[in-house]
């Protein structure tokens, strides 16, 4: 056989959990062709041959979870995924998508994507899921997409932000949406339920949109209503949604946010065991940090949210209301308070924040100090004055329970990437994930097994998404492939770098083309986008 790639001296993680094997990998045109004995004939034929060197060589990283939506439109080879060794990336989440979108409510979309955006414009020229696919189809991918349709977005096209139950017919036509949706490709929907306007969403109202996907077998993805102290209850949302309608969801991020809810993964991943157990079919995903990341403004009290940003605003401009705003931040623990949760001034970092760039990368308590302002009330100020294009890094959850959550055969790893606007910082999430799971987690901590790892970034992802040729090693699957020395991967983002690279990952194969090549960027790209069938 002679393929157009061998590459030999490979120690083979097949992505199945499998053991690794001595062997060698054939690929022709953009498929694996060959996985077996490394046989030197092959290597002497093939039209180019890679020494794997006796390295990890494995199916490349499905990263289901990311927020690259609008990035792809200014970066489309996206080397941040590249580099970590990831080949597919999910987007649309947290309830977040750019389509699908109703004309007259453009504008409010435009806001409600204000923290994904990362400073891309946006022409808007797009309107059905399916157009918005075709406009990335037309880019030079360098990872393949997985795009889910967001409820946020879908709200918005027939609701605006009201904070009111839709009505039969707006309920009616936002089922059209989600259905019409999946059948132009989307994976399923996602949820954002802190977020207005799915924080307006009822229980009930997400059963009976997600029963528009059962026949369609759309994946359910959410992030909870809750994930601090109530975090169970979040966790039963989901369950109760995913076995009303017999469908498959999945928790996003999963964790225990702020010093009241720590532990209460050990309940929760308990009450995901327990469904499974009596047939519900919901799993969960989770990023290796114990720093969380979102808008700043999620610092405000729930009611302060009511409306839509621009009544944020409106509400901080009002003195009265802004000292009552900041006595609940500092004294308030009936809700989940993120000032409090992250220790304070000192544990709220802003890393977005276009109109207030100085403050970006520094602490609440940092940004005090600069301007002789107290924490809260600076913060204010820059939430109004960047009128909903803000972030912020909250240091909220704890090792242990990123371990203990970590462990769990119900959980698959993802980055939660938000990608950082020109000039602007970032959660190290976004360059260092897989390489932190293989670095620190696998070789230096021994949390989970080298192969366990591996399969929580292919074959778990690949099947929880009915992707069938993709997230296994094996004769005829898609060659989409990783190649990294174990000894030495490692990720190097921090929130004072969040840009650095990680190191070990060498080779990274996209459909069969040589994407990276000793770390670097070919120039060659070759990512899908993969329509849901
Ligand atoms: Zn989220």
């Given at each position: 056989?002679?393929?157009?790639?061998?590459?030999?001296?490979?120690?083979?993680v097949?992505g199945?959990?499998?053991?690794?094997?001595?062997?060698?990998?054939?690929?022709?045109?953009?498929?694996?062709?060959y996985?077996?004995?490394?046989?030197?004939?092959?290597?002497?034929?093939a039209f180019?041959?890679i020494d794997?060197?006796?390295?990890i060589?494995?199916?490349?990283f499905?990263?289901?979870?990311?927020?690259?939506d609008f990035?792809?439109?200014?970066?489309?080879?996206?080397?941040?995924k590249?580099?970590?060794?990831?080949?597919?990336?999910g987007?649309?989440?947290?309830g977040?998508?750019?389509?699908?979108?109703?004309?007259?409510?453009v504008?409010?979309?435009?806001?409600?994507?204000?923290?994904?955006k990362?400073?891309t414009?946006?022409?808007?020229?797009w309107?059905?899921?399916?157009?918005?696919?075709?406009?990335?189809?037309?880019?030079n991918?360098g990872?393949?997409?997985v795009?889910?349709?967001?409820?946020g977005?879908?709200?918005?096209?027939?609701?605006?932000?009201?904070?009111r139950?839709p009505s039969s017919d707006?309920m009616?036509?936002?089922?059209?949406?989600?259905?019409?949706?999946?059948?132009?490709?989307?994976?399923?929907?996602t949820?954002?339920?802190?977020?207005?306007?799915?924080v307006?969403?009822?229980?009930?109202?997400?059963?009976?949109?997600?029963s528009?996907?059962?026949?369609?077998?759309?994946?359910?993805?959410?992030?909870?209503?809750?994930e601090g102290?109530?975090?169970v209850?979040?966790?039963?949302?989901?369950?109760?949604?995913?076995?009303?309608?017999?469908?498959?969801?999945?928790?996003s991020?999963?964790?225990?946010?702020?010093?009241?809810?720590?532990?209460?993964?050990?309940?929760?991943?308990?009450?995901?065991?327990?469904?499974?157990?009596?047939?519900?079919?919901?799993?969960?995903?989770?990023?290796?940090?114990?720093?969380a990341?979102?808008t700043?403004?999620?610092?405000?009290?729930?009611?302060?949210?009511?409306?839509g940003?621009?009544?944020?605003?409106e509400r901080?401009?009002d003195?009265?209301l802004?000292s009552?705003?900041?006595?609940?931040?500092e004294?308030?623990v009936?809700?989940?308070?993120?000032y409090?949760?992250s220790g304070?001034?000192?544990?709220?970092?802003?890393i977005y924040?276009?109109?207030?760039?100085?403050?970006?990368?520094?602490?609440?308590?940092?940004?005090?100090?600069?301007?002789?302002?107290?924490p809260?009330?600076?913060?204010?100020d820059i939430?109004?004055?960047?009128?909903?294009?803000?972030?912020?890094c909250?240091?909220?959850?704890?090792?242990?329970?990123?371990?203990y959550?970590?462990?769990?055969?119900?959980?698959?790893?993802i980055?939660?990437?938000?990608?950082?606007?020109?000039?602007?910082?970032?959660?190290p999430?976004t360059?260092?994930?897989?390489?932190?799971?293989?670095?620190?987690?696998?070789r230096?901590?021994?949390?989970?097994?080298?192969?366990d790892?591996?399969?929580?970034?292919?074959?778990f992802?690949?099947?929880?998404?009915?992707l069938?040729?993709?997230?296994?090693?094996r004769?005829?699957m898609?060659?989409?492939?990783?190649?990294?020395?174990?000894?030495t991967?490692d990720?190097?983002?921090?929130?004072?770098?969040?840009?650095?690279?990680p190191?070990?990952i060498e080779?990274?194969?996209?459909n069969?083309?040589?994407t990276?090549?000793?770390?670097n960027?070919?120039g060659?790209?070759?990512?899908?986008v993969l329509?849901?069938?």
């Amino acid at each position: 056989m002679r393929f157009d790639i061998y590459i030999k001296n490979a120690r083979i993680v097949d992505g199945t959990r499998s053991p690794w094997y001595r062997g060698g990998v054939g690929i022709t045109d953009s498929k694996i062709r060959y996985v077996g004995s490394d046989l030197p004939e092959y290597a002497a034929d093939a039209f180019e041959v890679i020494d794997a060197k006796d390295h990890i060589v494995a199916p490349g990283f499905i990263d289901v979870h990311t927020h690259s939506d609008f990035l792809l439109l200014r970066d489309p080879v996206m080397q941040s995924k590249l580099k970590q060794g990831v080949t597919t990336q999910g987007i649309g989440q947290c309830g977040i998508s750019p389509a699908p979108i109703s004309s007259e409510q453009v504008e409010k979309l435009d806001i409600y994507s204000g923290f994904i955006k990362a400073g891309t414009h946006a022409d808007w020229n797009w309107r059905s899921f399916g157009e918005w696919l075709d406009v990335l189809e037309d880019l030079n991918l360098g990872t393949n997409i997985v795009a889910f349709a967001g409820q946020g977005t879908i709200r918005i096209a027939v609701m605006g932000f009201d904070n009111r139950e839709p009505s039969s017919d707006e309920m009616a036509e936002m089922k059209k949406l989600v259905s019409e949706s999946i059948e132009q490709g989307a994976y399923g929907i996602t949820s954002g339920l802190v977020y207005p306007p799915g924080v307006y969403s009822s229980t009930e109202e997400l059963v009976e949109l997600c029963s528009a996907m059962t026949s369609k077998n759309g994946l359910y993805q959410s992030h909870m209503r809750n994930e601090g102290r109530d975090v169970v209850k979040g966790v039963e949302e989901i369950i109760h949604i995913a076995e009303e309608n017999r469908m498959p969801a999945q928790i996003s991020h999963h964790k225990a946010l702020g010093r009241s809810a720590w532990g209460l993964v050990k309940k929760t991943l308990a009450l995901v065991e327990d469904a499974r157990k009596r047939g519900v079919d919901v799993t969960v995903d989770q990023y290796p940090y114990t720093s969380a990341s979102t808008t700043l403004r999620a610092i405000l009290p729930p009611w302060v949210h009511e409306g839509g940003v621009m009544n944020v605003i409106e509400r901080l401009a009002d003195k009265s209301l802004r000292s009552r705003i900041i006595k609940e931040i500092e004294e308030d623990v009936t809700w989940d308070n993120y000032y409090q949760n992250s220790g304070g001034a000192s544990g709220v970092t802003v890393i977005y924040s276009p109109q207030t760039p100085e403050y970006e990368g520094k602490s609440l308590k940092e940004i005090a100090e600069m301007t002789g302002v107290d924490p809260l009330d600076i913060a204010m100020d820059i939430i109004a004055a960047n009128k909903g294009d803000d972030a912020a890094c909250y240091s909220m959850m704890c090792e242990d329970d990123v371990e203990y959550v970590l462990k769990n055969n119900n959980v698959m790893v993802i980055s939660d990437s938000i990608p950082p606007a020109p000039g602007a910082k970032s959660h190290p999430r976004t360059f260092g994930t897989n390489p932190r799971v293989l670095g620190k987690y696998v070789r230096d901590k021994h949390c989970i097994s080298l192969e366990d790892a591996i399969w929580k970034m292919t074959a778990f992802p690949a099947s929880r998404l009915g992707l069938q040729f993709k997230g296994i090693l094996r004769e005829g699957m898609d060659a989409d492939i990783v190649i990294f020395d174990p000894d030495t991967v490692d990720d190097k983002a921090t929130f004072e770098h969040p840009f650095e690279e990680p190191v070990g990952i060498e080779y990274v194969i996209v459909n069969g083309v040589k994407t990276m090549e000793f770390g670097n960027f070919t120039g060659h790209t070759n990512g899908k986008v993969l329509r849901k069938g």
